[in-house]
């Protein structure tokens, strides 16, 4: 018997029309268009969850452009959710919008989603997965259209192992790779006239093969979900008689099929855990469809299964004049000529390999090699932009939404800031009112846990009124979107009351300064008070002086938002205040008695108190007089107190010496004290690495002051050899932060020795190429080329015509 035959005669018995599909498989999407224009049911039943029914007329909408996906979750946690998504390539795509193009009823007919987010629920509180699925995001039935099998993948082997069915056809067939083999009996296959269900039969033929075989799945879930499916198809044979389709993974056919007693599969769904859930349509993008992103959607290449759709005639050609185009985008040389070439490359290399047209891996060789010139670098771009690509889908405003997704719409048009799933830079100026405005929504969404923006060091510029952010919308972050609206109905007022609640539940000091920095970054008036009374109840309470180090930077940090934004922060300037007083009367005892680890990071905690001391300014501060010239003195009591470790003794003659306060002798008379020979090697090499480490303002110190490197030099040759391999990693580590040019430097005075350049490494140190006076012989030498590029001598011409001229005319 022909394909058509079989088809024929599998209906011959009032049977439903079962059209299995690879989900988000172009060829199947094309195939099941073709089978419902040739049998034309009265009703179109697709594997989904049946809560989504109500929402299928909104894909007939004009603003609905796929890709996009059913999003379920839970009503009372919605972080637990799970997605089906849906290209405009996906077979199921193709036949909600065949059913409403021509007034056919269609419904989903997967199990539940009360059940399949409760069942998921059981799974995390028992610590089992019965699928072998999730991704750790409780999506892990929404990844494949809804049944974790999105490329027909299901069911274990006798070793309860899960297959790909796919893999185990390519294999039979003499192929190494499953997409290929997809590719060259479905994707380049033609539909003919008359042939329509004939690919549908064969490849229910080659499921039921393989699930005699290997099982009929073993998983409670699998089985579940046919019985449940069963149940609807006879429900809609009663309604429709013969006029039913079924739209569904071709691994499930098999099952449909089955006749089994309606009893039996009642009893599979009794006593199912159930949740209340809430379902609506969110975008979704090429990048999620994508297995490499996480998301096993069943494809490497939606961009190109896209474009395979769509593409009217001659895909390969349209292909490789998108690459071209791309290309040339990017600044790279690509003719006309390229893309003839690469086509008829691609052709050949398609007849070598014994493929019946180009596919994805002949015409990437043929870019490849014509268009990239053998480079893998701009090949990379091509598969990122294109194979897999950065479509992101939209959904009309119509779609259900949580009161706060809605509001956010609204500042998203207000903003005009356009949610995108490319990445991109966003560059903000705070003295601007719409800039303000998206900083604010940018900031609030990040305290909402909504990672939309993340922000980025500016270029150019360092002053608070710029800021940069990089833009991503990711599909998931509408989970995120409805989790966030238990806290409020609006952006404000869920950040606000998300800060409260953050500021009570913080743990730490450094915690609680932080949430209040991002409150004044975010611009929550009324949070801010909440979080400061509990900033100043944490810092009375907290003895640590690690803690409070770590926690005043950020506030004194936060301060400087006031004059760009507009906050006042005069609450803040007295906590901040009161913290540095408590860290400066804790700060000498904490220092005593530190292992060379803990003497590192209270280091980094002196480093980070003199710059916030240093933003604080001069002027005295209500009730807590000079703190610069407090700060000051507790750096004095570091430097002689022979019980600090040594790291944090040369650190605050160091930075006591940068703020003018300790004379070059002074510090030269501690370096000679701390470097003679009493003391340890360890012990000064801590105090030189403090004193000069932190990249290159320590190095230009000894670059400029010979007498500070002459004692580090002499102290260096007087190490004992013994003891010279304990200090040598000490002193890597800090001479390996400079710059190239200040070690090269460095390496020169040290071998020219001390006392020859007057204390100095200026001009006419002796320093290879500087002389005691200028050379102008040679600087003379370069004049003639100095005024060429000027054009210097062109206006000297001019002058000397000009100039007879005028003297011809008085002669």
């Not at 799945?217 to 149940?231: I, K, N, P, W």
Request: charged share 25%; with cysteine.
């Amino acid at each position: 018997m022909t394909g058509v035959e079989r088809a024929e005669g599998g209906r011959a018995g009032a049977g439903p029309l079962l059209l299995g599909v690879r989900h988000h498989g172009p060829g199947s999407a094309r195939a099941v268009r073709a089978a419902l224009e040739e049998a034309r049911p009265r009703v179109v039943l697709i594997e989904g969850p049946p809560e989504a029914d109500a929402l299928i007329p909104l894909a007939a909408d004009e603003e609905m452009r796929p890709p996009v996906a059913l999003l379920a979750h839970a009503v009372d946690e919605p972080g637990r959710s799970s997605f089906w998504p849906l290209a405009d390539f996906s077979p199921e795509w193709v036949a909600i919008r065949w059913a409403l193009a021509h007034d056919v009823p269609a419904r989903f007919i997967d199990l539940p989603a009360t059940h399949t987010l409760a069942w998921e629920r059981q799974e995390d509180a028992t610590g089992t997965d019965s699928d072998g699925e999730g991704n750790g995001d409780g999506d892990s039935d929404g990844e494949g259209n809804g049944d974790g099998d999105s490329d027909g993948h299901s069911g274990p082997g006798p070793a309860d192992l899960r297959i790909d069915p796919l893999g185990v056809l390519a294999e039979a067939a003499g192929y190494d790779d499953p997409e290929r083999w997809w590719e060259d009996v479905v994707e380049h296959r033609g539909v003919g006239k008359g042939d329509a269900l004939a690919p549908f039969t064969v490849l229910e033929e080659a499921m039921g093969a393989l699930r005699e075989t290997y099982g009929s799945g073993g998983h409670d879930r699998d089985l579940v979900r046919e019985a449940y499916m069963r149940l609807q198809v006879r429900a809609a044979q009663r309604e429709f008689e013969d006029g039913v389709a079924v739209v569904c993974g071709a691994w499930h056919v098999p099952a449909l099929r089955q006749k089994t007693p309606v009893a039996a599969d009642k009893a599979l769904l009794k006593g199912l855990p159930k949740v209340k859930t809430d379902m609506t349509w969110v975008p979704w993008t090429h990048r999620r469809l994508s297995r490499i992103s996480g998301y096993g959607a069943g494809i490497e290449s939606p961009g190109w299964y896209g474009h395979l759709f769509s593409a009217p005639d001659r895909p390969v050609e349209r292909w490789l004049t998108k690459v071209a185009g791309l290309l040339r985008a990017e600044d790279r040389i690509v003719s006309s000529a390229h893309v003839i070439e690469a086509v008829r490359l691609a052709e050949t290399l398609a007849a070598m390999r014994g493929r019946p047209l180009p596919g994805l891996s002949e015409t990437t060789d043929a870019v490849r090699a014509v268009m990239c010139e053998g480079s893998d670098v701009p090949l990379a771009l091509v598969h990122d932009r294109l194979v897999v690509g950065d479509v992101l889908g939209e959904v009309p405003p119509t779609a259900p939404a949580v009161p706060l997704q809605r509001d956010l719409a609204r500042l998203q048009r207000r903003l005009r800031l356009k949610p995108e799933a490319l990445e991109r830079e966003l560059e903000l100026d705070l003295r601007k009112e719409t800039d303000a405005g998206r900083s604010r929504l940018l900031h609030r969404l990040r305290l909402l846990g909504v990672a939309w923006g993340e922000p980025a060091a500016s270029r150019g510029s360092t002053g608070t009124f710029r800021e940069t952010w990089r833009l991503r919308w990711e599909p998931e972050l509408s989970v995120r979107v409805a989790e966030a609206g238990v806290w409020g109905t609006t952006v404000l007022s869920a950040a606000t009351a998300k800060a409260e609640a953050d500021g009570v539940a913080a743990q730490g000091l450094a915690d609680v300064t932080a949430l209040a920095e991002r409150c004044l970054l975010a611009e929550l008036p009324d949070a801010l008070p909440t979080v400061m009374r509990i900033l100043a109840d944490r810092a009375a309470l907290d003895t640590d002086v690690g803690h409070l180090a770590q926690a005043l930077p950020a506030l004194v940090r936060s301060l400087r938002y006031g004059d760009v934004r507009g906050t006042d922060t005069g609450a803040l300037g007295e906590v901040a205040a009161g913290l540095a007083e408590r860290v400066f009367v804790g700060l000498p005892p904490a220092c005593a008695a530190l292992d060379a680890d803990a003497a590192e990071e209270m280091r980094r905690h002196v480093d980070a108190v003199h710059g916030a001391v240093g933003l604080l300014g001069d002027a005295p501060t209500t009730g807590h007089g000079d703190l610069r010239g407090r700060w000051q003195s507790v750096l004095r009591v570091l430097c002689g107190r022979d019980t600090v470790p040594g790291v944090i003794r040369g650190r605050a003659v160091r930075l006591l010496l940068d703020d003018g306060e300790l004379a070059q002798d002074e510090a030269a008379l501690l370096m000679g004290l701390v470097l003679s020979p009493g003391t340890p090697p360890a012990d000064a090499a801590a105090w030189i690495e403090g004193f000069v480490g932190g990249g290159s303002g320590g190095g230009m110190l000894l670059v400029h002051d010979e007498r500070l490197l002459g004692l580090v030099d002499a102290w260096l040759t007087g190490v004992p050899a013994e003891a010279f391999t304990d200090v040598l990693p000490l002193l890597r580590r800090t001479f390996s932060a400079y710059e190239p040019g200040v070690r090269r430097t460095l390496g020169e005075l040290v071998r020219r020795g001390p006392g020859a350049g007057g204390g100095s490494a200026a001009a006419g140190s002796g320093i290879p190429g500087f002389a005691a006076e200028l050379d102008t012989a040679r600087a003379d030498a370069v004049l003639p080329v100095v005024r060429l590029l000027l054009g210097l001598d062109e206006v000297d011409e001019v002058d000397e015509k000009t100039g007879n001229d005028l003297a011809g005319v008085t002669g």
